[in-house]
């Protein structure tokens, strides 16, 4: 496989919204997939976030679907557990892959799933949730995704009462999907460092979905991280690739250092795929060539997971 890392981190996956009643093991090589046990087994990847994807078709059971997400997840656990473990904490996520398994953590995207209610919160932390991404792109009781474009708002009172209970529960807030507005409101009440899980640079790729340099700083100054994705369209506006994805990890090595890098695939969640990352055994690929442009074995070893680590080691206790 070339080049091996202790740690392959990918901040987000849509890979639940696929398997719901079991339609499919990640256990078995998918042919319509892009990540399965066998794909991360060859990519290297031991830390992965499953994102239960609240659609905003599901708005009315947000919770019963999201429930519904969390029951294939454990499901999928029990049924590969010689290869892999939920997590619940950063202690957690070292047991399991220094027994050499593969660590899953649980995490729900879009706020709507809390139905306007912080003990659906607490109860979700308690079913081993560990992340929220607060919206999706459009409006909820949080606050505002990027959707809502030049009248969107930022968090609600509800939105900020989220992130305090979320820091106090020692999760994850994530602010991808949320309007810059919404972003700055989290920066200004989070106590603890935050994420975009999956998200690239707008200075390069003028999609609403990516940060400024203004939000990446200030992840890099707080000790959040950027988990760079593999959707084309947040990729290059016109020929996304495996070249125009680097120049994203160039771009913030340049301005921020490499510190606030690392990896969100979003696989199984985009309709597109990015040619030389298309599923998760691609990812070594990217690695060798990061090397080969330069950079250190120490620097490409924080992209390719110590940076998540280092993050999850800080919030998640």
């Known amino acids: ?37 066998p794909r991360m087994i060859n990519g290297g990847v031991n830390v992965q976030i499953f994102a239960a994807f609240i659609s905003p078709r599901f708005k009315d059971w947000a919770l019963k679907k999201c429930l519904e997400y969390i029951d294939s997840f454990y499901m999928l656990m029990e049924k590969n557990k010689d290869t892999i473990e939920p997590a619940f904490n950063a202690g957690g996520i070292k047991a399991i892959t220094g027994a050499g398994k593969i660590a899953a953590l649980l995490a729900v995207e879009g706020g709507e799933a809390l139905t306007g209610d912080l003990s659906v919160l607490r109860m979700l932390h308690r079913l081993g949730v560990r992340s929220i991404t607060l919206t999706w792109n459009g409006r909820n009781e949080l606050g505002d995704g990027v959707g809502e474009g030049d009248i969107a708002g930022g968090l609600s009172l509800f939105g900020r009462s989220v992130v305090r209970e979320m ?18 409101d989290v920066a200004s009440v989070s106590e603890q460092p935050f994420a975009a899980t999956h998200a690239n640079c ?53 301005r921020f250092g490499i510190k606030c890098i690392a990896l969100g ?53």
């Open 167 to 184: 820091n106090r529960l020692d999760m994850l807030v994530d602010v991808s999907h949320l309007s810059e507005k919404g972003f700055w």
């Open 265 to 317: 695939s979003d696989f199984d969640g985009m309709d597109e795929y990015l040619p030389g990352l298309e599923s998760a055994d691609c990812l070594p690929q990217l690695a060798e060539e990061l090397l080969a442009r330069g950079y250190s074995y120490d620097n490409v070893s924080d992209i390719m997971g110590g940076n998540w680590m280092r993050l999850l080691e800080k919030v998640l206790k």
């Open 202 to 254: 707008y200075a390069l790729c003028d999609h609403p979905r990516n940060l400024t340099d203004a939000q990446i700083e200030h992840l890099t100054k707080t000790g959040g991280v950027v988990g760079l994705s593999f959707v084309p369209a947040f990729v290059h506006p016109t020929k996304p690739d495996l070249e125009a994805f680097i120049g994203h990890i160039d771009h913030i090595a340049s």
């Open 1 to 37: 496989m070339g080049t091996s890392f202790k740690l392959v981190v990918d901040g987000h996956c849509d890979t639940l919204t696929a398997a719901p009643g079991q339609s499919r093991d990640i256990g078995q090589l998918s042919r319509h997939g892009q990540l399965d046990l």
